[in-house]
């Protein structure tokens, strides 16, 4: 059976030689000399990771950048930047409607000094003389002053308000025109077969009254007996 690629011998190793001044190829001779696959130095940096182990040249580099950054903050920091060529330089970007932070900005690309938005306000304030009570002060007196120009110009009349026209509408014919007086139907007539007689008792020719018979007819005919007689009598002569 073939050992594991990541035994704990080889993790020892890794432990042992990766932060320190080892050359890989050392350090890859010590791992493939024991028991399991061809170890490679990918695969031993990453067990490195993996254990939180950094290789000692990657700290000395890491250090020389921090120290490197430190000093150049140091010597722009230590820098003087309150010269009377900055402070025209803020003033004439102030004048041209740039922020603050845009201000330091520009004078960080221009004369190579650290400064920020807050060192270029206060530094602003102090070339104008304007402190906080003083700009406040005169924020309120230039408002007082457009009220003022506001009220003295002459205002446009207001718009009177007019009530709408009522238009009056003819009345429609069909509104003044009398409902139709509708003559109320007579009862419907009764169903044959009912055991009445249903021979009607208007005349040929009047008015529809719904008049029947209504007399007691014989099992199995709509008719009764007189009726009966009269009815097949009218069939009988209209098939002669």
Known sequence: MTAPMHTPERLEIIRQTWGEPIPIAEILRRLNATPGYPVTSQLAGGWAAQLGIRRNHEILVEQQRARAGQKTRDEMAASTWTTPTI??????????GLSHAQIAREIVAEFRVF??????????????GIDRGEKAANERLERKRKAEKAALEPKAPRPVNVPAPTVTLPPLASALAPWPVVAPSPPPPPPLGNGKCAFPLWENGAPISHEYCNERTPLGSSWCATHHAVVYHRVSTRAA
């Open 87 to 96: 402070d025209a330089r803020i003033i004439s970007l102030k004048q041209a």
């Open 115 to 128: 400064v920020n938005k807050n060192m270029v306000l206060r530094r602003a304030r102090t070339i104008l």
